[in-house]
Protein backbone atom coordinates (compact mmCIF):
# COMPACT_ATOMS: atom_id res chain seq x y z
CA UNK A 1 0.00 0.00 0.00
CA UNK A 2 1.21 3.55 -0.70
CA UNK A 3 2.75 5.09 2.41
CA UNK A 4 3.90 1.70 3.92
CA UNK A 5 8.01 0.93 4.40
CA UNK A 6 9.58 -1.28 2.21
CA UNK A 7 9.34 -4.86 3.41
CA UNK A 8 13.02 -6.18 3.05
CA UNK A 9 11.73 -8.98 0.38
CA UNK A 10 10.65 -5.68 -2.02
CA UNK A 11 13.87 -4.35 -1.23
CA UNK A 12 15.93 -6.88 -1.94
CA UNK A 13 13.71 -7.77 -5.18
CA UNK A 14 14.31 -4.21 -6.42
CA UNK A 15 18.05 -4.14 -5.87
CA UNK A 16 18.04 -7.37 -7.84
CA UNK A 17 16.34 -6.20 -10.56
CA UNK A 18 18.36 -3.34 -10.70
CA UNK A 19 21.83 -5.20 -10.98
CA UNK A 20 20.40 -7.66 -13.63
CA UNK A 21 19.58 -4.58 -15.67
CA UNK A 22 22.99 -2.97 -15.12
CA UNK A 23 24.03 -7.09 -15.79
CA UNK A 24 22.03 -7.02 -19.43
CA UNK A 25 23.47 -3.12 -19.94
CA UNK A 26 26.93 -3.99 -19.53
CA UNK A 27 26.93 -7.33 -21.11
CA UNK A 28 25.23 -4.82 -24.37
CA UNK A 29 28.68 -2.49 -23.44
CA UNK A 30 31.25 -5.42 -23.95
CA UNK A 31 29.35 -6.99 -27.36
CA UNK A 32 29.64 -3.34 -28.60
CA UNK A 33 33.24 -3.34 -28.10
CA UNK A 34 32.92 -6.63 -30.05
CA UNK A 35 33.01 -9.15 -27.30
CA UNK A 36 31.21 -12.82 -27.03
CA UNK A 37 29.98 -13.02 -23.85
CA UNK A 38 28.73 -16.01 -21.68
CA UNK A 39 26.34 -14.82 -18.93
CA UNK A 40 27.33 -17.64 -16.09
CA UNK A 41 25.26 -15.99 -13.48
CA UNK A 42 22.31 -16.47 -15.87
CA UNK A 43 22.96 -20.72 -15.94
CA UNK A 44 20.43 -22.18 -12.89
CA UNK A 45 23.17 -24.11 -10.67
CA UNK A 46 21.25 -22.96 -7.68
CA UNK A 47 23.25 -20.47 -6.44
CA UNK A 48 26.48 -18.51 -7.51
CA UNK A 49 28.65 -19.25 -10.86
CA UNK A 50 31.71 -21.59 -9.40
CA UNK A 51 34.09 -23.73 -10.98
CA UNK A 52 33.03 -27.38 -8.98
CA UNK A 53 36.06 -29.03 -7.81
CA UNK A 54 35.59 -32.67 -6.29
CA UNK A 55 35.89 -31.30 -2.51
CA UNK A 56 35.05 -27.66 -2.91
CA UNK A 57 33.74 -24.77 -5.07
CA UNK A 58 35.13 -21.46 -6.23
CA UNK A 59 32.76 -18.42 -6.96
CA UNK A 60 33.71 -17.17 -10.48
CA UNK A 61 32.88 -13.79 -11.57
CA UNK A 62 29.04 -13.32 -13.67
CA UNK A 63 30.51 -13.37 -17.06
CA UNK A 64 33.20 -14.67 -19.66
CA UNK A 65 33.90 -12.71 -22.07
CA UNK A 66 36.06 -13.38 -25.45
CA UNK A 67 37.33 -11.34 -28.35
CA UNK A 68 40.13 -13.69 -29.99
CA UNK A 69 42.86 -14.20 -27.67
CA UNK A 70 41.23 -11.80 -25.45
CA UNK A 71 39.14 -13.69 -22.64
CA UNK A 72 38.39 -12.30 -19.41
CA UNK A 73 36.35 -12.89 -16.48
CA UNK A 74 33.90 -10.24 -15.91
CA UNK A 75 32.07 -9.87 -12.44
CA UNK A 76 29.42 -6.67 -13.19
CA UNK A 77 27.85 -4.59 -10.08
CA UNK A 78 25.15 -1.77 -10.29
CA UNK A 79 25.56 0.56 -7.66
CA UNK A 80 24.20 4.28 -7.16
CA UNK A 81 27.48 6.64 -6.42
CA UNK A 82 30.70 5.68 -5.58
CA UNK A 83 31.43 6.34 -1.57
CA UNK A 84 34.05 8.80 -0.10
CA UNK A 85 36.70 7.65 2.44
CA UNK A 86 37.86 10.53 4.11
CA UNK A 87 40.91 8.13 5.78
CA UNK A 88 42.26 7.34 2.24
CA UNK A 89 41.15 10.80 0.89
CA UNK A 90 39.71 8.93 -2.32
CA UNK A 91 36.50 7.71 -3.95
CA UNK A 92 35.89 4.02 -3.98
CA UNK A 93 33.68 0.62 -4.69
CA UNK A 94 33.88 -2.17 -2.79
CA UNK A 95 33.07 -5.91 -3.29
CA UNK A 96 32.33 -8.57 -0.68
CA UNK A 97 35.53 -9.66 0.67
CA UNK A 98 34.87 -13.24 0.58
CA UNK A 99 33.54 -12.99 -2.96
CA UNK A 100 36.93 -11.17 -3.68
CA UNK A 101 38.65 -13.89 -2.82
CA UNK A 102 37.37 -16.57 -4.63
CA UNK A 103 37.71 -14.02 -7.75
CA UNK A 104 41.25 -14.37 -7.12
CA UNK A 105 41.31 -17.89 -6.94
CA UNK A 106 39.10 -18.28 -9.84
CA UNK A 107 41.48 -16.34 -12.06
CA UNK A 108 44.57 -18.52 -10.66
CA UNK A 109 42.81 -22.07 -11.75
CA UNK A 110 41.47 -20.88 -15.02
CA UNK A 111 44.60 -18.63 -15.96
CA UNK A 112 41.96 -16.03 -17.59
CA UNK A 113 42.13 -12.44 -16.07
CA UNK A 114 39.70 -10.92 -14.26
CA UNK A 115 37.57 -7.66 -14.17
CA UNK A 116 35.79 -5.74 -11.75
CA UNK A 117 33.26 -3.61 -14.02
CA UNK A 118 30.91 -1.04 -12.67
CA UNK A 119 27.80 0.68 -13.98
CA UNK A 120 28.07 3.58 -11.34
CA UNK A 121 24.60 5.16 -12.11
CA UNK A 122 24.77 9.00 -10.76
CA UNK A 123 27.44 9.48 -12.95
CA UNK A 124 26.02 7.52 -15.70
CA UNK A 125 29.78 5.44 -15.81
CA UNK A 126 30.92 2.34 -16.94
CA UNK A 127 33.96 1.56 -14.83
CA UNK A 128 36.37 -1.16 -15.68
CA UNK A 129 39.16 -2.81 -13.62
CA UNK A 130 41.74 -5.03 -14.15
CA UNK A 131 41.72 -7.29 -10.84
CA UNK A 132 45.40 -7.48 -10.61
CA UNK A 133 45.76 -3.35 -10.90
CA UNK A 134 42.86 -2.30 -8.94
CA UNK A 135 44.05 -5.49 -6.24
CA UNK A 136 46.96 -2.47 -5.76
CA UNK A 137 44.93 -0.55 -3.97
CA UNK A 138 42.74 -2.72 -1.92
CA UNK A 139 41.64 -1.61 1.20
CA UNK A 140 39.58 -4.48 3.93
CA UNK A 141 37.38 -2.47 6.22
CA UNK A 142 38.28 -2.95 9.82
CA UNK A 143 36.01 -5.71 11.71
CA UNK A 144 32.68 -4.22 12.71
CA UNK A 145 29.61 -4.66 14.79
CA UNK A 146 27.55 -2.63 11.49
CA UNK A 147 29.06 -4.17 8.45
CA UNK A 148 26.55 -5.57 6.24
CA UNK A 149 25.33 -9.24 5.72
CA UNK A 150 27.17 -9.94 2.93
CA UNK A 151 30.18 -10.05 5.17
CA UNK A 152 33.78 -7.43 5.37
CA UNK A 153 33.65 -5.37 2.29
CA UNK A 154 36.89 -4.81 0.24
CA UNK A 155 37.43 -1.65 -0.73
CA UNK A 156 39.46 0.13 -4.18
CA UNK A 157 40.29 3.69 -5.98
CA UNK A 158 38.23 4.40 -8.49
CA UNK A 159 41.03 6.49 -10.28
CA UNK A 160 42.60 2.56 -10.68
CA UNK A 161 39.45 1.78 -13.36
CA UNK A 162 38.80 2.99 -16.57
CA UNK A 163 35.98 5.30 -16.78
CA UNK A 164 33.77 5.41 -19.88
CA UNK A 165 30.73 7.60 -20.35
CA UNK A 166 27.47 5.62 -20.42
CA UNK A 167 25.71 8.05 -22.81
CA UNK A 168 28.45 7.71 -25.71
CA UNK A 169 30.15 4.66 -24.57
CA UNK A 170 33.36 6.86 -25.06
CA UNK A 171 36.45 6.40 -22.72
CA UNK A 172 36.66 9.25 -20.68
CA UNK A 173 40.19 11.00 -19.61
CA UNK A 174 41.68 10.04 -16.62
CA UNK A 175 40.40 12.45 -13.78
CA UNK A 176 41.42 12.49 -10.11
CA UNK A 177 37.35 11.74 -8.51
CA UNK A 178 33.82 12.21 -9.54
CA UNK A 179 32.32 15.72 -8.75
CA UNK A 180 31.38 15.80 -5.19
CA UNK A 181 28.50 15.31 -3.91
CA UNK A 182 28.17 16.49 -0.33
CA UNK A 183 29.42 19.77 1.31
CA UNK A 184 32.27 18.22 3.76
CA UNK A 185 33.48 16.17 0.21
CA UNK A 186 33.81 19.52 -1.26
CA UNK A 187 37.10 20.23 0.47
CA UNK A 188 40.36 19.83 -1.36
CA UNK A 189 42.79 17.29 -0.08
CA UNK A 190 46.28 18.11 -0.78
CA UNK A 191 47.69 16.75 -3.45
CA UNK A 192 51.09 15.49 -2.19
CA UNK A 193 48.97 12.99 0.36
CA UNK A 194 47.47 11.35 -3.09
CA UNK A 195 48.58 8.36 -4.07
CA UNK A 196 49.98 8.13 -7.16
CA UNK A 197 48.15 6.44 -9.66
CA UNK A 198 51.45 4.29 -11.23
Known sequence: ?????????????????????????????????????????????????????????????????????????????????????????????????????????GQALTHIPGYLTILQVNKRLIMEGRIDRIATTAYVQAPAENHPPSGLQIFFDTRFFDWYRLDTLEPLPKMDSPKVIREWEEKPFPSDRQPPLF
Open 1 to 105: MPGEPMSEMSNWNRLLSLGLQGEALVREWYKRQGYFVLPVSLINNGGAPALEGYVRKVIVANHLAFKGADQRWVEVKTYARASFNQQRHRWEHGVPQRLWLHYLE
